[in-house]
């Protein structure tokens, strides 16, 4: 039996497997509003037979993007094309996740795919203007991109607001699975970092102060979440640079989320500009391991896992509970139907099955009557059988 179909209840959720879709940034909404293309765009990962579909990162404000064709969460009318997405999830049997986030000093820059630096003259040209962003401290992201301005208390205020109300926004949608997005170098990550946090109040300096906003969210984010929907926090497990947070902080970090009511850690990794560990297959599934086995809290394990046997062996040797594919993904959007079947968890008697019934009927037609003929028809028997001659 594989362990990756098994499903996987948290709290009153069930994941009809252990894959996941890796929220990815497709910088294509407008306003914030999603469109046709989102709705398409994550359709073919629920037909694909992802247990879950994470919606990219969703800004909690005007100026939390990262860029102007930023998913938003920040407005109720933004709820409605949300729960298209949402709602086709749940009808074909995927678990609808969303993740909200704060690009802080990575706000205000230029889509990937058109440079992903800061906007120059040829964006303001065409409308997209920069904003004034913000981060613990008032250091750049980067040399050349926009400094930031230090958040005062008002500011915190206004972060913590911001994040509850998206959290109400992604529940009246229809989300089941709500993901804080503390990772990559984004506001929330930049807290928790000594490379990016200088700061001398109690937002800052020790451990405990540098975790202390990213804490209070989740606590506002588990108080308004109900009970019976899990809570995932997706995290930088290193920030690269071994000068700055470790792996060891993640595992500390991991313990006080699992005191507030988090259920499942997102293991990434990065986010400022350096890496200073060994890359390659897998090379995040290590972290997950970690937290998993020192923390007790589920973990999902993404980056580099490119082959079903890959993917099982995660789950099946308790480095992580959930396996999200990024990349893998967008390549093959029914990895988890490919999956399947390439170990051996598809019934051989009806081996579409669980695809969804419009693609799976036909497929399994076609099957069944090729068994009929036996492996040594020929190809013009073969021809003649499925053309109906």
């Known amino acids: 039996m594989s362990k990756l179909f098994e499903p996987l209840t948290l709290r009153g959720v069930t994941l009809?497997?252990?894959?996941?879709?890796?929220?990815?940034c497709q910088y294509t909404a407008r306003n914030g509003f999603v469109n046709e293309y989102h709705v398409a765009h994550y359709g073919r990962f629920v037909l694909g037979g992802f247990g879950l579909v994470m919606v990219e990162a969703t800004g909690v404000s005007l100026e939390a993007r990262i860029t102007h064709g930023d998913v938003g969460i920040w407005d109720d009318a933004h709820v409605e094309g949300l729960a298209r997405i949402a709602t086709f999830a749940k009808e074909y049997g995927a678990v609808p996740g969303i993740q909200i986030g704060h690009a802080g000093p990575k706000a205000s820059i230029q889509r990937a795919f058109e440079g992903n630096g800061p906007l120059n003259e040829r964006d303001v040209a065409r409308g997209e203007h920069p904003w004034q962003?913000?981060?613990?401290?008032?250091?750049p992201a980067a040399e050349g991109w926009l400094v930031p301005a230090a958040l005062d208390a008002r500011g915190i205020a206004k972060v913590r607001h911001d994040f509850a109300a998206a959290a109400r926004r992604a529940l009246a949608a229809g989300f089941e699975v709500l993901e804080m997005h503390c990772a990559h170098g984004f506001l929330l990550n930049a807290f928790m970092s000594p490379l990016t946090n200088d700061r001398t109040d109690d937002y800052g300096g020790s451990f405990e102060n540098r975790i202390r906003l990213p804490l209070e969210i989740a606590r506002e984010l588990r108080e308004i979440w109900p009970k019976d929907k899990p809570l995932f926090v997706r995290i930088s497990a290193v920030d690269g640079s071994r000068d700055g947070w470790t792996i060891d902080d993640s595992v500390a970090f991991a313990r006080e989320l699992a005191k507030v009511g988090v259920d499942v850690?997102?293991?990434?990794s990065?986010?400022?500009?350096?890496?200073?560990?060994?890359?390659?297959?897998?090379?995040?599934?290590?972290?997950?391991?970690?937290?998993?086995?020192?923390?007790?809290?589920g973990t999902m394990a993404v980056g580099l896992i490119v082959d079903p046997h890959q993917a099982e062996t995660v789950v099946a040797s308790g480095q992580a509970d959930i396996v999200a594919l990024g990349h893998s993904a967008l390549r093959d959007p029914q990895f988890p139907l490919h999956a399947q079947q390439a170990l051996g968890a598809a019934d051989p008697a009806s081996p579409y099955a669980d695809w969804n019934i419009q693609a799976g009927w036909w497929l399994n037609n076609r099957e069944s009557r090729l068994q009929r003929l036996g492996p040594r028809a020929s190809v013009e028997e073969r021809t003649a059988e499925l053309s109906g001659a």
């Not at 986010?271 to 972290?287: A, I, T």
């Open 16 to 24: 009809r497997n252990r894959l996941a879709l890796s929220p990815m």
């Open 265 to 268: 850690v997102d293991c990434s």
């Open 133 to 139: 962003v913000v981060s613990p401290s008032a250091r």
């Open 270 to 297: 990065g986010g400022f500009g350096v890496f200073d560990y060994p890359s390659g297959y897998g090379f995040q599934v290590p972290f997950a391991a970690q937290i998993r086995r020192e923390t007790g809290i």
